[in-house]
């Protein structure tokens, strides 16, 4: 691939966006490379857990690669929005743990990238925005749709209508970024956090992902029955009976994803 680095060690994957010269925008063809990583990611057993970053010191991604978009009639626009949007959706329903380590800017699609992933840790480098109102575009990578999710629909508009580009302890205080480290701790940071998931449940820790996604998109009613109807489920795994019988007998729980 030319444009998206895949390294995994120790049941956790590192995917690296790769296109530095452009500070990592995504192009057409980057989205399909990152797409197919995840669908392969999806369907390998030995990855337990991933972190999307961006290369280079700079940038996380500094958001859909201007150049190729501006060349794009309306109907080729829809089709690239929707293309991230899949892409994106993959990333946020991948039944792992995601966490995008936001080591620069985060712009546009790349704040919109990072929003797709379950956990956002930023360098005390980072920068987030959604700029784009000043191409004369709206937020098209689910920007509209996820910022409001997170932040709340004043700050969402707040944001998206001023282009403000905020810090790393700014996206921290209105709970963009959940966790702000040092530039040369953020992947270590990225990787404790992934090790830890990986000691739980990993039933528990799938189910709970698609329930908080889930609900977030139904009524309260509908997302409590999907919650009560997945802990029904969890009863029927070795997985709750081996962390319930080792509670019990004050032991640490041997879990085996089954
Ligand atoms: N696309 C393409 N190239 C880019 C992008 C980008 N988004 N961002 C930076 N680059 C390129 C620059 O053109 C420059 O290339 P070159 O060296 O060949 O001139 C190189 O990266 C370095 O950039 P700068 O020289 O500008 O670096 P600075 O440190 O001066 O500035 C900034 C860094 C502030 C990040 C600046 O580059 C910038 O403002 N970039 C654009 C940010 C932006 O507007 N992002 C939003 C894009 S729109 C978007 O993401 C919409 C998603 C939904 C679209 C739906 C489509 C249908």
Redesign the pocket.
């Known amino acids: 691939m030319e444009n998206v680095i895949l390294k995994e060690e120790n049941g956790i994957a590192e995917i690296i966006i790769n296109r530095p010269?452009?500070?990592n925008?995504?192009?057409s063809e980057t989205l399909k490379e990152l797409g197919s990583i995840i669908d392969d990611i999806h369907v390998n057993d030995n990855i337990k857990a991933v972190i999307i970053t961006g290369s280079g010191e700079?940038?996380f991604v500094?958001?859909?690669?201007?150049?190729?978009?501006s060349k794009?009639n309306s109907i080729?626009?829809?089709?690239?929005?929707r293309l991230?949007q899949n892409v994106f959706s993959r990333i946020e329903n991948l039944p792992k743990l995601v966490i995008a380590a936001v080591n620069g800017?985060a712009?546009?699609?790349?704040?919109?990238l990072a929003m797709a992933c379950d956990i956002r840790f930023a360098s005390k480098k980072a920068?987030f925005?959604?700029?784009?109102v000043?191409?004369g575009?709206?937020?098209?990578?689910g920007?509209t749709q996820r910022l409001p999710r997170l932040v709340g629909k004043g700050i969402a508009k707040e944001l998206i209508f001023s282009?403000d580009?905020i810090s790393a302890n700014e996206a921290y205080r209105i709970g963009l970024a959940n966790k702000v480290y040092e530039p040369e701790e953020l992947l270590t940071k990225a990787k404790e956090f992934a090790q830890k998931v990986m000691t739980k449940s990993p039933v528990g820790v799938r189910l709970a992902k698609a329930s908080i996604n889930n609900g977030l998109d139904v009524d309260l009613e509908a997302g409590l029955k999907y919650e009560a109807n997945s802990f029904g489920l969890c009863f029927s795994t070795e997985d709750q009976k081996e962390g319930m019988k080792a509670f019990l007998e004050k032991r640490k729980a041997n879990f085996k994803d089954c």
Do not use: V
Request: hydrophobic share 45%; net charge neutral.
């Open positions: 010269k452009a500070l925008a995504l192009n700079k940038s500094a958001g859909a690669d201007i150049a190729q978009m794009l080729e626009a829809t089709k690239f929005s991230a800017f712009l546009g699609g790349g704040c919109e920068k925005g959604q700029p784009e000043n191409l575009i709206l937020p098209s990578f920007g282009t580009m």
